[in-house]
T-cell receptor, first 117, second 113 residues
Framework: NAGVMQNPRHLVRRRGQEARLRCSPM?????VYWYRQLPEEGLKFMVY????????ESGMPKERFSAEFPKEGPSILRIQQVVRGDSAAYFC???????????????FGNGTRLTVT | KQEVTQIPAALSVPEGENLVLNCSFT??????LQWFRQDPGKGLTSLLL?????REQTSGRLNASLDKSSGRSTLYIAASQPGDSATYLC????????????FGSGTQLTVLP
C-alpha cells in the first residue's frame, strides 16, 4: 500500500518560470492538503482540497499560487512566475473520508524541495 | 489564534536513556493532537494521534499523553536508540480551523551511541 507520493523530489527553477508540484494521495484517500516549510520555519498550511473542490485556501498566497485536485490524476500545486522567496519544501498530505475528516490522521509525502535561482 | 510551542528546540541524550518531549498549545478546545517524526530531507512520519477525549496513546517504545485542560502533551520515548534521532513535531486540529493542522517548530533530537 503505497504512501503519499510526491514528485519531483527536487525542482530547480529560475526566477519568472513556473513550478508544478504533483501529489498522489494514499489509496482510498480523497482529502489532500498542501503545506509549506520555509527554511528554519515550521510547516504552514496552504490549501485543503477534496476531489474537484477547493475547500479551504486560506493559507495560500492570493497571487501566483493555485491548486487543483481533478477527478482523475494527482493533485497539482502550481506556482507561476516564481521568486526566490518561494524556495521551500512543499509537503502534501492526505487523509481518509471515513467518519469526521478532522479525526483522521494526516499522512505526509516526502515533499518537493523547490529552489529558485 | 492557536499557537503551538515545543520546548526544547534541541535535545541530545546518550543511547538508552528515557526522554520526554514537550508540546503546549494556547487554545485547549482541540479535536486532536498528532505527533510526527521528520528525518533530514524527508517527509513527516505520523507517530501517534490522540483524540481530545483520550489521555494517552502508545506505540512500541513511544507513549504520548494529552492534558487538554492545561494545553499540554508529552511524547515519552523509552530506551532511546541512535535511530530515534530526528526532529519531532506536534500538531493540533482546532475547531474553527479544523481543516488545518497547526504545527509547533519541533524538537531536534540526537541520540548519541
Amino acid at each position: 500500500n503505497a504512501g503519499v507520493m510526491q514528485n519531483p523530489r527536487h525542482l530547480v527553477r529560475r526566477r519568472g518560470q513556473e513550478a508544478r508540484l504533483r501529489c498522489s494521495p494514499m489509496k482510498g484517500h480523497s482529502h489532500v492538503y498542501w503545506y509549506r516549510q520555509l527554511p528554519e520555519e515550521g510547516l504552514k498550511f496552504m490549501v485543503y482540497l477534496q476531489k474537484e473542490n477547493i475547500i479551504d485556501e486560506s493559507g495560500m498566497p492570493k497571487e501566483r499560487f493555485s491548486a487543483e485536485f481533478p477527478k482523475e490524476g494527482p493533485s497539482i500545486l502550481r506556482i507561476q512566475q516564481v521568486v526566490r522567496g518561494d524556495s521551500a519544501a512543499y509537503f502534501c498530505a492526505s487523509s481518509s473520508q471515513t467518519g469526521n475528516y478532522y479525526n483522521s490522521p494526516l499522512h505526509f509525502g516526502n515533499g518537493t524541495r523547490l529552489t529558485v535561482t | 489564534k492557536q499557537e503551538v510551542t515545543q520546548i526544547p528546540a534541541a535535545l541530545s541524550v546518550p543511547e538508552g536513556e528515557n526522554l520526554v518531549l514537550n508540546c503546549s498549545f494556547t487554545d485547549s478546545a482541540i479535536y486532536n493532537l498528532q505527533w510526527f517524526r521528520q528525518d533530514p530531507g524527508k517527509g513527516l512520519t505520523s507517530l501517534l494521534l490522540i483524540q481530545s477525549s483520550q489521555r494517552e496513546q502508545t506505540s512500541g517504545r513511544l507513549n504520548a499523553s494529552l492534558d487538554k485542560s492545561s494545553g499540554r502533551s508529552t511524547l515519552y520515548i523509552a530506551a532511546s536508540q541512535p535511530g530515534d534521532s530526528a526532529t519531532y513535531l506536534c500538531a493540533v486540529r482546532t475547531p474553527g480551523s479544523a481543516r488545518q493542522l497547526t504545527f509547533g517548530s519541533g524538537t531536534q533530537l540526537t541520540v548519541l551511541p
